[in-house]
């Protein structure tokens, strides 16, 4: 069993930065894939980035240049810098994680882009 604990979200101004975490507990000895998905009201759940222990970061196309995903292994804690945030970032993000062939999923820590 692997529980996800995000932080980091808040209430930031147009082009602020805002850092998020997300640290995973339990027995685990390896994570394979790690990523940051996003729902807005009234939206889908949306692919942010993703990052495996074997492959490069993937982002979607409308945060490219702007997020950044990393991972510290030694800590099981994936992270998303988010930087020139947009309006249309405002969403719950939510991490999850692929370990063993199942996915697991964070409470999820809310993001509003607001002037």
């Known amino acids: 069993q692997v529980q996800l604990v995000e932080s980091g979200g808040g209430l930031v101004q147009p082009g602020g930065s805002l850092r998020l975490s997300c640290a995973a507990s339990g027995s685990i000895f390896s994570i394979y894939f790690m990523g940051w998905y996003r729902q807005a009201p009234g939206k889908q759940r949306e692919l942010v980035a993703a990052?495996?222990?074997?492959?490069?970061?993937n982002y979607a196309n409308s945060v490219k240049g702007r997020f950044t995903i990393s991972r510290d292994n030694a800590k099981n804690t994936v992270y998303l810098q988010m930087n020139s945030v947009r309006p249309e970032d405002t969403a719950l993000y939510c991490c999850?994680?692929?370990?063993?062939?199942?996915?697991?999923w964070g409470q999820g820590t809310q993001v509003t882009v607001s002037s």
């Open positions: 990052i495996t222990d074997r492959d490069g970061p």
């Open positions: 999850a994680v692929n370990y063993e062939g199942s996915f697991y």
